[in-house]
């Protein structure tokens, strides 16, 4: 299946944004938690714990009343869901006929046993060991989501894709803030190679617990170099750069640079093209295995951005990549 385009944004429902299972009607079998971990769900054959069959993921006991289950996630940032992927990866004998999701906004803690839920994904046919992608059309934030499966049954994983919120008038103009962060907006958009890692990992929070952790590209066998494009979640000025080799020693690049523009419209497939051209943040600067490299004095004047180019020689890993700076008065795109 090729990725949809909403797939370029932020998980909100990722368990290393911090997001949470705060209310759940039944995982007897599966412990809800596990749907939200961002590694590929896994099959164990042979393994069962004292309720039955182990599985990864989460699974509700088949249901011998009326009604449905369902549970209630506390995003780890708040955002507008622009698609959903419900998958029931081994799942087979005991998946859900269906699924919908509902969310709220909360201004403070979580919602009340009242609250009002809003349904942005009405009920959708699922089928077992599938992967099932469905757009959604909204912009208005949410900081809870309630999945619901009909009537029980279980779920691999659940990744809600979405922009993320933030009330940009409460940030200080001198404020220094990481504008590449997941949890401030910031996307990976394109990427030359993605082998071993995915491109969004090196704008996670925190540093990597792993190689996988992080974005690593195949051993490049021909001219060039590999690179990856960031949109930055507001328009700023970058002062200080961190770029982080944390677990890579035998496969961290040699070097790397970053180039960087306004974009004023235009589509992401433009942007491939025109990042060849636009204009040198960070000069060319060697790497080392295993650590974080700061750059400050290094930077180049170029006024306010909204996207990066990093490149990397001539290829390797990266574990998380921070753009620091002051928000620009200009409008964000």
């Known amino acids: ?23 759940v009607t039944d995982d007897w079998f599966a412990a809800v938690d596990r749907m939200l971990q961002p590694t ?23 249901k011998r009343f009326e009604g449905y289950d369902f549970t209630i996630i506390r995003l780890g940032v708040p955002g507008a869901i622009k698609g959903v992927d419900i998958d029931t990866s081994f799942f087979t004998g005991n998946f859900p006929p269906s699924a919908s999701l509902e969310a709220c906004f909360c201004t403070e803690g979580d919602p009340a046993d009242d609250a009002q839920w809003t349904e942005v994904l009405s009920a959708v046919s ?11 059309n909204d912009d208005r934030p949410w900081t809870h989501i309630r999945f619901n499966i009909f009537p029980d049954g279980g779920v691999a994983r659940l990744k809600v894709y979405g922009t993320p919120y933030l009330d940009w008038s409460n940030i200080d103009a001198n404020q220094e803030i990481d504008l590449a962060s997941s949890l401030n907006g910031g996307r990976a958009l394109a990427c030359s190679d993605e082998h071993f890692g995915t491109m969004s990992n090196i704008l996670n929070p925190d540093r990597g617990i792993n190689m996988g952790d992080g974005w690593e590209t195949a051993r490049r066998r021909t001219p060039g170099n590999d ?36 974009v004023k419209g235009g589509t992401d497939e433009q942007i491939e093209t025109q990042s060849l051209f636009w204009k040198e943040l960070l000069p060319s600067q060697k790497l080392e ?28 890993g990266v574990s998380r990549l921070r753009l620091f700076g002051q928000l620009s008065d200009k409008k964000a795109v």
């Open 40 to 62: 590929p769900p896994v099959w164990k054959e042979g393994v069962f714990d004292d309720n039955g069959k182990w599985m990864d993921g989460w699974e509700s006991r088949r």
């Open 126 to 136: 699922l089928n077992g060991n599938s992967q099932h992608l469905h757009a959604v």
């Open 289 to 316: 295995m295993h650590q974080e490299h700061e750059f400050s004095e290094q930077i180049c004047a170029t006024g306010p951005i909204t996207h990066i180019r990093l490149n990397i020689f001539p290829d390797g």
């Open 1 to 23: 299946m090729n990725p949809a385009k909403f797939q370029k944004n932020i998980n909100l429902a990722d368990a290393r944004l911090g997001s949470k299972a705060i209310y």
């Open 227 to 262: 690179w990856v494009i960031i949109a930055l979640g507001h328009p700023g000025e970058i002062s200080r750069i961190v770029v982080d080799t944390l677990h890579f020693k035998g496969n961290y690049p040699d070097s790397c640079s970053i180039q960087a523009s306004y």
